[in-house]
């Protein structure tokens, strides 16, 4: 059997050195790096390209699921957390095994005995796109270059679909962000935001009226100067929101 490369994300150091005391049993595994937080885990697993990683959830500046939207290729992912609810989100990204701290020694060794049923475990999975927030979305991660950047969705003056990509627009520039259109009409907040086409989105709070071209034609006019243009059935959506 090869050696498989792993890598440690957890904010809380015991939890780390317990992960590496329990690997003592498996020579089959190595851990070729450890990080305290999101930031440095995405940027930790995206150089390093493990075979697996252990994975907390709730960790400062950005949590598990986001680290994973950061990621070029998906390793395989075993979940380490204090938090029962987040399972099913969890295996919707395809993750090998869910472990409920403090979970035991007998416990690890079974999720690690996952590891042989994979054909192979550097195979990378594609990134599910899940519509999996139970509240709205209230904060994107974007990776522009080598930068990881959160943006809060209150700044977001619009967003654009581009491609494969969505293009965030807010008063400080724009960032693209691979994600669909779909994900981000049921992820945000309906009420503040409304898709109007097919290609955009607004935020309600930053619009300044509403002008009518033609018959059935509106466009979408933003504090910022900016129009964009309404769908027929995005003006049946503005109406139900602004109340007309």
Known sequence: MKTLKAVIVDDELPARELI????????EITV??????????????NDLSPDLVFLDIQMPKIDGFELLELLDNQPAIIFCTAYDQHAIKAFDKNALDYLLKPFSKSRFKEALTKIQELSGARESKPLPSP?????????????????????????ILY???????????????????????????????????????RKYIIH??????????G???HVAVLKSGISIPVSANGYQKLKIQLGI
């Open 20 to 27: 590496k005391v329990f690997l003592k049993d498996h020579e």
């Open 159 to 197: 967003l654009e679909a581009q491609d494969d990509y969505v293009e965030l627009h807010t008063n400080q520039g724009s960032l693209l962000k691979q994600q669909t259109m779909k994900y981000f009409e049921e992820a945000l907040d309906e009420t503040k935001f409304v898709r109007i086409h």
């Open 32 to 45: 070729v790096g450890e990080a305290e937080n999101g930031f440095e885990g995405a940027k930790l697993i």
């Open 131 to 155: 519509i999996e927030y139970k509240n709205p979305l209230n904060r994107v991660v974007v990776k522009d270059r080598k930068e990881i950047i959160i943006i809060d969705v209150e700044k």
């Open 215 to 217: 018959k059935e034609t």
């Open 204 to 213: 309600l709070n930053e619009m300044a009226k509403l002008d009518k071209l």
